[in-house]
């Protein structure tokens, strides 16, 4: 193993300020607006039918650019990163592991990615590439743009049906975290144990890592 890949939202970046703020651009309360994600999380829905439960036919390109004009962003911010991401990444960079962030996010939150100033190689994200997770295009991107083969990386990721599932069928070693909705959640899912690895915290990567076989 020599690359390892992460997924973004709730497995760097603790999301639920963006969430909350989207709760009250539309005017509902957050309890109400976490309950239905939750409700789509279960069922397995694209998270955008979260939006379309309080407003049906939404667009959700258009209401991000009103919420610009208003002076309002989802985009993350540095310190937003859960505390245990940069103690990770170093000690990954320290072990010769090439790191990599890939997810189904905008191009701006990649763009801000790469001006911090993280032990980071690899940047991409859905919008920038045109895929989305759980496509096996995707993952074959990761590939491309590692220069390694599938079987080389591990990709962590806080959901089973777009980070456990599709990683693995793609070669790599999938990494299961723990945490946020979609992983407290899915860690329900009887799938969930097809994870080659399972962490709750991003302190606990580098060890099991370096348990890994083949590593």
């Keep these: 193993m020599r690359v390892v890949f992460f997924d973004f939202g709730f497995t760097l970046w603790d999301e639920e300020r963006a969430w909350t703020e989207w709760a009250q651009w539309l005017g509902v309360s957050t309890l109400d607006f976490f309950s239905v994600l939750g409700g789509v999380i279960e069922d397995g829905e694209h998270h955008h039918r979260a939006f379309e ?7 959700l390109a258009r209401e991000r650019e009103l919420r610009r004009k208003a002076g309002q962003s989802d985009a993350f911010r540095p310190e937003e990163l859960y505390a245990d ?23 701006d939150f990649a763009e801000k990615l790469r001006k911090m100033n993280t032990p980071i190689d690899f940047i991409g994200s ?19 743009v590692s220069g390694v083969t599938a079987a080389e ?19 790599m070693v999938s990494v299961f975290l723990r945490r946020g909705p979609w992983g407290l959640i899915h860690a329900r899912r009887p799938t969930a144990a097809e994870a080659d690895i399972h962490i709750d915290s991003l302190g606990e990567l580098p060890g099991a890592l370096e348990k890994w076989p083949s590593r």
């Design 53 to 59: 439960v309080f407003r049906p036919g939404i667009d």
């Design 85 to 107: 991401v940069m103690p990770c990444l170093e000690r990954l960079h320290a072990a010769g592991y090439r790191i990599g962030v890939a997810g189904n996010h905008f191009a």
């Design 126 to 144: 859905s919008e920038e590439w045109g895929v989305e997770k759980p496509s096996a295009e995707f993952f074959a991107r990761i590939a491309e």
């Design 153 to 171: 990386i591990a990709y962590v990721g806080d959901r089973v049906d777009n980070d456990v599932l599709p990683a693995k069928a793609a070669g």
